[in-house]
T-cell receptor, first 112, second 112 residues
């Protein structure tokens, strides 16, 4: 199994509060991704990183920001959580020279 | 963006049956990946395909990269109860850079 952990695994928060999800890898892979998974929408890319301090937007980036200050950590922040951001969030990693992405176990976020 | 049409959306299996599912697109793809997701977990990579016409096996699973580069097939032989889950195809579209396009998934369930 790829060495990817996500924290927390479950979180319930209130509308308007900030939330930060963490993805940690031990594989030293260059690329890291944040997806959300919702019924009827499959996996949708939020943001990704192609190196330390290098990030780019995905198809559903509004309301989310990311940061990568170290190779092993990729943080996803919801500045002011909304109910529409209730979802399961997955982190994935990819090494240089391949398109194969390996996923973490996910974080279930509920915004009340 | 590019779309992948995955079919069937769901199917029931009986132990011992062979299962087939596919992904199609109106655009060509450079790479096809097949993932399986169990409830409450992240997707797990099953098979990666890199060349048109390529046929690759992983145990009872066999996947093929279509000759036209617009489709891919996944077959499961002699299904067992633990094959139940959601199977996703994903493709890397030329020009999409570091991003994958995901199909909507095929949900495999056990016949009552």
């Amino acid at each position: 199994d790829a060495g990817i952990t996500q924290s927390p695994r479950h979180k319930v928060t209130e509308t308007g509060t900030p939330v930060t999800l963490r993805c940690h890898q031990t594989e030293n892979h260059r690329y890291m991704y944040w997806y959300r998974q919702d019924p009827g929408h499959g996996l949708r890319l939020i943001h990704y990183s192609y190196g330390v301090k290098d990030t780019d937007k995905g198809e559903v980036s509004d309301g989310y920001s990311v940061s990568r200050s170290k190779t092993e950590d990729f943080l996803l922040t919801l500045e002011s959580a909304t109910s529409s951001q209730t979802s399961v969030y997955f982190c994935a990693i990819r090494d240089l020279g391949t398109y194969e992405q390996y996923f973490g176990p996910g974080t279930r976020l509920t915004v009340t | 963006g590019q779309q992948l049409n995955q079919s069937p959306q769901s199917m029931f299996i009986q132990e011992g049956e062979d299962v087939s599912m596919n992904c199609t697109s109106s655009s060509i793809f450079n790479t096809w990946l097949w993932y399986k997701q169990d409830p409450g977990e992240g997707p797990v990579l099953l098979i990666a395909l890199y060349k048109a016409g390529e046929l690759t096996s992983n145990g009872r699973l066999t996947a093929q990269f279509g000759i036209t580069r617009k489709d891919s097939f996944l077959n499961i032989s002699a299904s067992i109860p633990s094959d139940v889950g959601i199977y996703f195809c994903a493709g890397q579209f030329p020009g999409a850079g570091n991003m994958l396009t995901f199909g909507g998934g095929t949900r495999l369930m056990v016949k009552p």
